[in-house]
């Protein structure tokens, strides 16, 4: 049943054409009545953007990161961050749970290869390897959020290294979008469409993979750890 209701939930989505309203392009046309809704009434205001981010992350709609930008630009870089933070919490934990009861045994058989990939990490240290994981965009946010279930983490060491291996990114897409409308004036300028590029700079790239590459020391030291152990007990042998 919660399987028939996820993917309800998401053809429904995409059906509406709502995944059409959580484009850059479309926000930035609708800013002004946006922020005038936000004036007008901040509390109802970002109860329904935190309702709405969460749904997006639970159905792996991929408009977290527009979002996240655009929460920057509507509350501000730490009220919009702290928003974002909750919601994308909240969203991860309800697709892992759904991840753990609905696909569980037949989705690991059917994987196989792909799955392996995260079993050795996941094995060796669930919270490190999730925490590299969410630091370095290497695979998408949903794969993140459903992997996990696969290899027996908790909820607790999934809610904590998602929140903190989230926080990074959360508050820097967020603070991006205090920009924004300079980022709108320059792109009108060239005279071509908003893309999400034009909100990122490479040095955001590098400064994300040099956090994941820090979160990683543990599990390399842990990996050496083994390999002078597995040697030792051989040369006992």
Request: with cysteine.
């Amino acid at each position: 049943m919660p399987l028939v209701l996820f993917a309800l939930g998401l053809a429904v989505a995409y059906g509406l054409g709502w995944h059409r309203y959580l484009t850059l392009t479309w926000l930035a046309d609708q800013r002004e009545v946006l922020l005038d809704m936000v004036a007008r009434y901040p509390l109802k205001s970002a109860a329904l953007f935190f309702i709405v981010y969460v749904a997006v992350v639970a159905l792996s709609v991929p408009a977290a990161t527009v979002l996240t930008i655009f929460a920057g630009f509507l509350f501000g870089w730490l009220t919009g961050g702290i928003i974002v933070l909750a919601a994308a919490t909240a969203g991860s934990c309800i697709l892992f749970a759904g991840a753990r009861t609905v696909f569980g045994d037949i989705l690991r058989r059917r994987a196989g290869p792909f799955l392996c990939r995260f079993s050795e990490g996941f094995n060796r240290n669930a919270f490190s390897y999730l925490l590299v994981l969410r630091l370095a965009p290497v695979f998408p946010f949903f794969v993140v959020n459903i992997a996990p279930a696969f290899f027996g983490v908790s909820m607790r060491t999934f809610v904590l290294a998602t929140v903190i291996g989230i926080i990074p990114a959360t508050f820097v897409y967020s603070w991006l979008g205090c920009g924004f409308e300079q980022v709108i004036g320059d792109v009108a300028k060239e005279g071509r469409p908003l893309r999400l590029a034009d909100c990122l700079t490479p040095e955001l790239t590098l400064a994300f993979t040099a956090l994941a590459v820090i979160a990683a020391l543990p599990l390399l030291v842990q990996f050496v750890r083994e390999k002078r152990q597995a040697a030792g007990d051989g040369g006992k042998d």
